[in-house]
């Protein structure tokens, strides 16, 4: 069974950092692209930055480029993402998923419960 | 970078009833579109793959068509566990991939 388990959320205060973990389980890590995704409170989903599975390609949506920074560690099969430069619209959940296969860029597929984080002074 | 839109932003509907949800992209994406339900206070579910393929173990109930920059998906008959909101995501070419806005469906 595929487990995704999401920690290091909280609150911080603008212009301050965090670093996001995703733990997997139930599945080869270092096979597979993963992704995180956030949402808003109240809002919809958003796509956030993708990462292949050696870790040397990566994808960002525009409005965290330069700020956050995705990575990941196979032998502890686990990913990350870094968060600096926090704004108040960074505040979300934070939620880590298992892409699919069928092409070479794909959609998330399985998803993690989810971490919260608030951006506050 | 490709927009989505969804319509409606939300309908209300009773068990039983057929519901349809369509999703619009600013240029043509083939058939690269999924749809996700989500249910209050919980991840998305992946129901619907490269348009119109139900994912494994997903109820027949749910189906989706379309290609190019026009798709729907449907509820053949809704269920209690259906009231949630829809996504739909695009994923064609490169990333930056590109949700809709969602379509939350509620008791009439």
């Known amino acids: 069974e595929v487990r995704l388990v999401e920690s290091g959320g909280g609150l911080v205060q603008p212009g301050g950092s965090l670093r996001l973990s995703c733990t997997a389980s139930?599945?080869?890590?270092?096979?597979?692209?993963m992704t995180w995704v956030r949402q808003a409170p109240g809002k919809g989903l958003e796509w956030v930055a993708n990462?292949?599975?050696?870790?040397?390609?990566?994808f960002y949506v525009d409005s965290v480029k330069g700020r956050f920074s995705i990575s990941r560690d196979n032998a502890r099969n686990s990913m990350y993402l870094q968060m600096n430069s926090l704004r108040a619209e960074d505040t979300a959940v934070y939620y880590c998923?298992?892409?699919?296969?069928?092409?070479?860029?794909?959609?998330?597929?399985?998803w993690g419960q989810g971490t919260q984080v608030t951006v506050s002074s | 970078d490709i927009q989505m839109t969804q319509s409606p932003s939300s309908l209300s509907a009773s068990v039983g009833d057929r519901v349809t949800i369509t999703c619009q992209a600013s240029?043509?994406?083939?058939?690269?579109l999924n749809w996700y339900r989500q249910k209050p206070g919980k991840p998305p579910e992946l129901l619907i793959y490269?348009?119109?393929s139900l994912e494994a173990g997903v109820p027949s109930r749910f189906s989706g068509s379309g290609s190019g920059t026009d798709f729907s998906f449907t509820i053949s008959s809704l269920q209690p566990e259906d009231f949630a909101t829809y996504y739909c995501?695009?994923?064609?070419?490169?990333?930056?991939?590109?949700f809709g806005p969602g379509t939350k469906v509620d008791f009439k």
């Open positions: 998923a298992r892409d699919g296969t069928r092409y070479i860029y794909n959609p998330p597929h399985y």
């Open positions: 139930g599945f080869t890590f270092s096979n597979y692209w």
């Open positions: 990462i292949k599975p050696d870790g040397s390609e990566k």
């Open positions: 240029q043509g994406i083939k058939k690269y």
């Open positions: 490269d348009a119109s």
């Open positions: 995501l695009q994923y064609e070419d490169l990333p930056p991939f590109t």
